[in-house]
């Protein structure tokens, strides 16, 4: 199949530029940019952008997908239909499911699952140590072989230093990425706010920001002791940054990111009680919110992903303690994030970077390019399209998202995956 954009505004996020022309792609893979080719192939299908932006599809690293173990929250199929719907191409699954995917037997379940279903590509991570129970390290080297990207134990901790150290040292032989949940997991336990003024008068059980960069300043230490590849999932305060900025200038081989819900919402936002709020870790002060964001316009954080939390209604109709952490956010991430481009907190070629581009990068991925060559994982969107969010249009099974009824900005048009339109805004 051949396919020509043109009256496109092209986000590259590798120049950091944007810039109006038109795109080809032939059998799955971007052919030409810029000027249109005269003549166009014979049977070539001209698609009119109306001067909408056209942009690398979205590679979201740490989704979950509850296969196996509790499908009634999200299938590979509906995960793959909303990340369609929400720009994204690429999911990069967690492995904390039910049981966890720690043996290639499982990794290999769930990769066929996904390509079976799925309309978007999926690459599974692994769980760090068997069962996530941080006691003994899975067995690296043959999940590598089955396909695992990553290694991770999720948001738990592996509080066991010795065992943490060892599994970083064999992922370190192996060139295996580690990702790890930056927080000092005491501290931590139980936790259902950041504390502060807001947390006292509401009641809720809190934990300092300081438990962040206590887990940072103990994993960076190890990185420097063992030299492996790691990624922090999500950080969040502002308290953090600094033992990040000085990892990264001493060149030790460490990424961060951080989920979309902390980048546009803040601790007040939790109100009366709301569970569709409640997220690991906690929503942070404003100050903090300004603060990340200032570092992933900076480069300092490299990746934004929806960190995809699916939970069923009986999980989060509960008081606010005793009910389950997290939010969806395949279909929401695109228009929350161009919250921050309406902001003129970054623009659009920065955010793509830490959207699309960086955890392609990091993870040896093709995708996330605007170039010859590259794959033709393509989202096509209006920037600027105003709605108002209704979960129940969602295509998640699972619809606990914090933005339900708010006004947003930014519509996804069109997703194609290899040149293939997996997704058309009806």
């Known amino acids: 199949m051949t396919l020509h954009f043109t009256n496109a505004k092209l986000i590259d996020p590798e120049a950091g530029t944007i810039t109006e022309g038109s795109l080809s792609v032939s059998d799955g893979r ?17 698609i009119d952008c109306k001067g909408k932006y056209l942009a690398p599809g979205i590679v979201d690293l740490g989704v979950k997908v509850c296969e196996p173990g509790e499908r009634h929250k999200e299938s590979y199929r509906s995960a793959g239909l909303a990340a369609a719907a929400g720009g994204v191409t690429t999911m990069i699954v967690r492995p904390d499911t039910d049981p966890a995917i720690d043996n290639p037997e499982t990794l290999e379940f769930v990769t066929r699952r996904a390509k079976e279903v799925s309309p978007v590509n999926v690459v599974p991570m692994a769980a760090l140590t068997k069962g996530r129970a941080g006691r003994e390290m899975t067995e690296i080297g043959f999940l590598m072989d089955a396909g695992a990207a990553a290694f991770t134990d999720c948001d738990r901790v592996v509080s066991d230093t010795k065992v943490f150290s060892r599994a970083l040292t064999y992922a370190r032989s192996l060139g295996a990425l580690v990702i790890a949940h930056p927080q000092e997991p005491i501290l931590s336990a139980g936790a259902a706010a950041t504390s502060g003024k807001f947390a006292s008068l509401r009641g809720l059980p809190a934990v300092s920001p300081m438990a962040e960069r206590m887990g940072l300043d103990r994993d960076i230490a190890l990185i420097e002791m063992t030299g492996a590849r790691y990624h922090a999932d999500q950080i969040t305060t502002a308290r953090a940054l600094p033992a990040l900025a000085r990892a990264k200038k001493n060149g030790l081989d460490i990424t961060a990111g951080v989920g979309i819900h902390h980048l546009t919402l803040n601790a007040l936002d939790v109100a009366d009680y709301r569970t569709f709020f409640k997220l690991k870790p906690p929503l942070r002060d404003e100050d903090d919110r300004l603060a990340v964001a200032e570092a992933v316009a900076s480069g300092l954080i490299d990746v934004v992903c929806s960190m995809h939390t699916p939970q069923d209604e009986e999980s989060k109709r509960l008081p606010f303690e005793e ?88 519509k996804v048009l069109q997703t194609f995956v290899a040149g293939i339109s997996v997704y058309e805004m009806p």
């Not at 971007?30 to 001209?46: F, K, M, N, R, S």
């Not at 929350?336 to 960086?358: F, I, K, Q």
């Not at 096509?380 to 129940?392: C, E, G, I, K, T």
């Open 323 to 410: 009910a389950a952490s997290g939010a969806v956010g395949l279909q929401t991430l695109l228009p929350a994030a161009l919250r921050l481009v309406h902001a003129e907190l970054m623009d659009l070629p920065t955010l793509w970077r830490a959207m699309s581009l960086n955890p392609a990068k990091r993870l040896g991925l093709p995708g996330g390019r605007l170039s010859a060559g590259a794959p033709a994982d393509l989202v096509l969107f209006d920037a600027d399209a105003p709605f108002v969010l209704d979960r129940f249009n969602l295509r998640s099974k699972s619809l606990n998202t914090p933005f339900d009824g708010m006004r947003m900005q930014g």
């Open 30 to 46: 971007i052919t030409q940019i810029g000027a249109a080719p005269d003549p166009l192939p014979a049977g070539a299908e001209v």
